[in-house]
T-cell receptor, first 108, second 118 residues
Framework: GQQVQQSPASLVLQEGENAELQCNFS?????MQWFYQRPEGSLVSLFY???GTKQSGRLTSTTVIKERRSSLHISSSQITDSGTYLC??????????FGSGTRLLVSP | NAGVIQTPRHKVTGKGQEATLWCEPI?????VFWYRQTIVQGLEFLTY????????DSGMPKERFSAQMPNQSHSTLKIQSTQPQDSAVYLC????????????????FGSGTRLTVL
């Protein structure tokens, strides 16, 4: 079955609103990462966060290993935040498995 | 640092033709990954090299797909007798993967090759 479940599948926000994106893992994980995929397709690493909380500007990632979940919080969303957010986990070995993504649209 | 470079950006082939996709990882990165992305399947792992050696090709279709890494500066993904269902964006990523792991596992992706099989 799906090792990585992401929710919500899509999200529409008005500029300035906050967003909470979730990833749940069906197996214990060794590491996890969050990526942002721009509308034209390029992928950018946001966080390498195997456990605990990391913050970068308006983005905060929290991974709770025991609960097999990770979240990405976007505060004060901006139009330029629109795109797809993907989480990825490494359970064992070096294969990194991706979730299906959350499509975010921030409107004025 | 130019990042991970993939060529070509777009490739259109006729059914049954061969397609070769190229990837130049970031200099000094020991790990290279190939992924395929479609709307239906999302990002699927294909294969992984470490220090040029093939480590895990569990995601590669058994027929028609092959990947090589002849030197540390490039990897190729070859699809023989392409079929319409092979149409996808093929993404290459590299990472440092030093001993001890940590943020050295961060994947850096290229811009991808969009393959269209007519």
């Amino acid at each position: 079955g799906q090792q990585v479940q992401q929710s919500p599948a899509s999200l529409v926000l008005q500029e300035g609103e906050n967003a909470e994106l979730q990833c749940n893992f069906s197996t214990s994980l060794n590491s996890m990462q969050w990526f942002y995929q721009r509308p034209e397709g390029s992928l950018v690493s946001l966080f390498y966060n195997p456990s605990g909380t990391k913050q970068s500007g308006r983005l905060t990632s929290t991974t709770v290993i025991k609960e097999r979940r990770s979240s990405l919080h976007i505060s004060s969303s901006q139009i330029t935040d629109s795109g797809t957010y993907l989480c990825a986990m490494r359970a064992g070995g070096y294969k990194v498995v991706f979730g299906s993504g959350t499509r975010l649209l921030v409107s004025p | 640092n130019a990042g991970v470079i993939q060529t070509p950006r777009h490739k259109v082939t006729g059914k049954g033709q061969e397609a070769t996709l190229w990837c130049e990882p970031i200099s000094g990165h020991s790990a290279v990954f190939w992924y395929r992305q479609t709307i239906v399947q999302g990002l699927e792992f294909l294969t992984y090299f470490r220090n040029q050696a093939p480590i895990d090709d569990s995601g590669m279709p058994k027929e028609r797909f092959s990947a090589q890494m002849p030197n540390q500066s490039h990897s190729t993904l070859k699809i023989q007798s392409t079929q319409p269902q092979d149409s996808a964006v093929y993404l290459c990523a590299s990472s440092l993967q030093r001993e001890g792991g940590g943020s050295a596992e961060t994947l850096y992706f290229g811009s991808g090759t969009r393959l269209t099989v007519l």
